[in-house]
């Protein structure tokens, strides 16, 4: 039997309404945009990049940084409204205050996915959950698939 899941209770479960749109932006892409990659050694960003320069990825990277000219070698863009074509998949690795900004800014250019590793939403009380909410309201406006927040990413062999 499956379970009855109530949208109003748990909106998460209702972000695209049960449509079926692909997951392949998520676990196959073509293109892939880091929001907040950075050169800083150790960081979460700068290890993104790296991981998708060092494997078999072979889709587009994008370095997305307001700071920064270039990440590891790659072109840096200031925003995800600067990336030449419309990527496949945003991986953000930014505080939580910004988060919900970049998702409307990301569905307003027509970005389908995301992965949001960052932590800092519900789990930290009444102010996170409530970027989380907007996060959910920009997503179902875009149709927009999101893993996370507060994750370690997915990894596709």
């Not at 990049?49 to 990825?57: D, M, Q, R």
């Not at 945003?90 to 919900?100: M, S």
Request: aromatic fraction near 4%; charge should be neutral.
């Amino acid at each position: 039997m499956d379970p009855v899941v109530n949208p109003r209770l748990d909106p998460a479960h209702d972000v695209l309404r049960y449509g079926r749109q692909a997951l392949d932006a998520i676990f196959a892409p073509k293109s892939v945009a880091v929001i907040g990659a950075t050169e800083t050694i150790g960081s979460v960003g700068r290890t993104i990049v790296w991981n998708l320069i060092s494997s078999s990825f072979g889709g587009t990277i994008y370095p997305v940084n307001p700071k920064r000219a270039s990440i590891l070698g790659i072109k840096a863009y200031p925003s995800i409204s600067d990336v030449p074509e419309v990527v496949d998949l945003i991986v953000v690795v930014t505080p939580a205050t910004t988060i919900p900004d970049i998702i409307k800014e990301a569905v307003d250019i027509g970005v389908k996915s995301a992965i949001i590793i960052s932590a800092g939403f519900k789990e930290t009380g009444p102010k996170g959950a409530d970027l989380e909410r907007q996060i959910l309201e920009h997503a179902q406006r875009g149709n927009m698939r999101i893993i996370g927040p507060n994750c370690l990413g997915v990894m596709s062999p």
